[in-house]
């Protein structure tokens, strides 16, 4: 399948106080359209600000500073050749090359973000319809003009706390836009949408508020659907049913899921490749069958080793002893951030960045040492041929 995104070198720093995070260091991804590509990796990896830099959400004081995020997009390549030709090549647009205006116009109908806490992301006063037809609203504005954007790009730019203070009180919603969110709705299984449709967000249960926030999301028909912890807060049924949700709304409308997440047990049952986070990295990533079955990186072993459970209760992985160093004034690229915990670490270890390896399989990579050719050759030999002690 081909490529929908391509992210080369992607660095996004946070600028705070008490100095300077290294939250993502020149990170590389590749997701093929159409895929659940998944991220995983203890909190504090830097997957959800890897997700965030991707759909262009980084606010103050963070900021990319480097790298290239291509997005595979052949009127979108169209539209912006002329003006810019160096963020163009074939159907693919360099999104960190083109104008802000140009970025944020992909909202909601190329790219669009579902939360943990469907909550925040719910005017409380306003009914769940409203704001499932605002969405929609936007988005047909937007295509109805798509050369201007500002409109859209300002209601859409902070979700819909940001659209409802553009419509305090009352609602300009057509007939139609609420015939598509009472269809989106229905779409992901809200029992009853024509009656719900008009309720507010605290009549709705958590797990029904969850579905509610995936409609508005879709409200654009977004080519790149991304899921940051999607079922985190759900108790494990309706964990089940979201994610059940999310794999029947892939396959009907084909779009490509970026899915974050702590826990190994959702990447097996929803993703078709994965990439491990450690420490604002990719340490290795590949087919579920690379990472599951033939995984080389010890940080991919130790979160294995201490997978909770893998119909998904949710629970905290405790993988390794030690927590994901504090990326705070973190100079990367000196040697192996997983050292400190590692079980396998050797000198070479501390004085080298590791770089990315092949392991023969096409599509598995990994950073760490035990990669590098000698040590594949290593772990191709019977598993007698060092001898045994007894
Ligand atoms: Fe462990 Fe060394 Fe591999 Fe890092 S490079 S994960 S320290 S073996
Ligand atoms: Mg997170």
Not at 125 to 130: A, D, F, Q, R, Y
Not at 203 to 221: C, N, V, W
Request: overall charge negative; charged content about 25%; hydrophobic content about 35%.
């Amino acid at each position: 399948s081909e490529d929908i995104l391509r992210v080369n070198g992607l660095s996004t720093r946070f600028f705070t106080e008490q100095g300077q995070v290294n939250a993502v260091s020149d990170l590389d991804l590749r997701i093929e359209r159409g895929e659940v590509f998944g991220i995983v990796g203890e909190s504090g990896s830097g997957k959800s600000v890897t997700a965030r830099s991707v759909i262009d959400l980084i606010e103050s004081p963070g900021e990319i500073t480097d790298g290239e995020i291509w997005f595979n997009d052949g009127d979108l390549a169209e539209a912006v050749v002329d003006d810019h030709p160096e963020a163009v090549d074939g159907s693919f647009v360099n999104l960190l090359a083109v104008p802000e205006r140009v970025r944020r116009s992909l909202r909601g109908s190329s790219f669009s973000m579902i939360f943990q806490d469907p909550e925040s992301s719910f005017n409380p006063s306003l009914t769940v319809g409203e704001q499932i037809a605002e969405a929609v609203e936007v988005q047909r504005r937007a295509s109805a003009n798509p050369r201007s954007t500002r409109a859209k790009t300002q209601e859409y730019s902070l979700g819909s706390l940001v659209l409802s203070s553009v419509f305090p009180s009352k609602k300009y919603v057509s007939e139609a836009s609420r015939e598509r969110a009472i269809e989106l709705l229905e779409l992901v299984g809200i029992p009853d949408p024509v009656e719900r449709v008009d309720e507010y967000p605290h009549e709705y249960s958590g797990g029904m508020l969850q579905r509610a926030m995936i409609a508005q999301a879709l409200a654009g028909e977004p080519d790149v659907l991304v899921a940051d912890e999607p079922t985190t807060a759900l108790d494990v049924t309706i964990q089940a049913q979201v994610l059940d949700l999310l794999d029947e709304l892939q396959e009907e409308t084909g779009m490509t899921i970026l899915l974050i997440t702590h826990n190994l047990g959702v990447v097996a049952r929803m993703c078709d490749r994965v990439g491990v986070m450690y420490a604002g990295e990719i340490v290795e990533r590949g087919t579920l069958e690379d990472v599951f079955d033939d995984h080389v990186h010890p940080y991919t072993a130790g979160l294995l080793g201490s997978i909770p459970d893998l119909e998904g209760a949710g629970g905290r992985l405790e993988p390794i002893p030690g927590n994901v160093p504090s990326l705070l004034d973190h100079e990367m690229g000196d040697r192996c951030y997983f050292a400190d915990r590692c079980p396998k670490a050797m000198e070479d270890c501390l004085s080298h960045p590791p770089e990315y390896d092949g392991t023969g399989s096409e599509e598995h990579e990994v950073r760490c040492v035990l990669a590098t050719q000698e040590y594949t050759e290593a772990r191709a030999l019977p598993a007698d041929h060092f001898g045994t002690d007894d």
